[in-house]
């Protein structure tokens, strides 16, 4: 099975950016979808992008879109989020997932459709 480290969170005033990378491990990243998400305190997981295996299509949540931009690299089995602007609320911590069973735009956002997890990586955003 694949494992998954995130790395490249840490603390940015707000409209700064930051750049996150999700490395497998075990297996190769091509064959898995991949999906950010993220978790506040205090609040749920919420999704914010994915990407498809080839790359060839991404999904955002609305509140990101147009600020950040999901890609992968599959020669070096790894997957980004390019965050720009960045806000207070974009403070949490964020999680890459990957998948082999993704259909439609709804499973892309949905965390219980994602079957391995990384550690997680801190981003805080401060005004």
């Not at 950010?36 to 060839?56: M, N």
């Not at 890609?71 to 720009?84: E, P």
Request: hydrophobic letters at 35%.
């Amino acid at each position: 099975q694949v494992q998954l480290v995130e790395s490249g969170g840490g603390l940015v005033q707000a409209g700064g950016s930051l750049r996150l990378s999700c490395a497998a491990s075990g297996r190769t990243l091509s064959g898995y979808s991949v999906g950010w998400f993220r978790q506040a305190p205090d609040k749920g997981r919420e999704f914010v992008a994915a990407i498809t295996r080839s790359g060839g299509a991404t999904y955002y949540a609305d509140s990101v879109t147009l600020r950040f931009t999901i890609s992968r690299d599959n020669a070096k089995n790894t997957v980004y989020l390019q965050m720009i602007s960045l806000k207070r609320e974009d403070t949490a911590i964020y999680y890459c997932a990957a998948a082999t069973n993704l259909m439609t735009k709804w499973d892309y956002g949905s965390s219980s459709k994602y079957g391995y997890w990384g550690q997680g990586t801190q981003v805080t955003v401060s005004s």
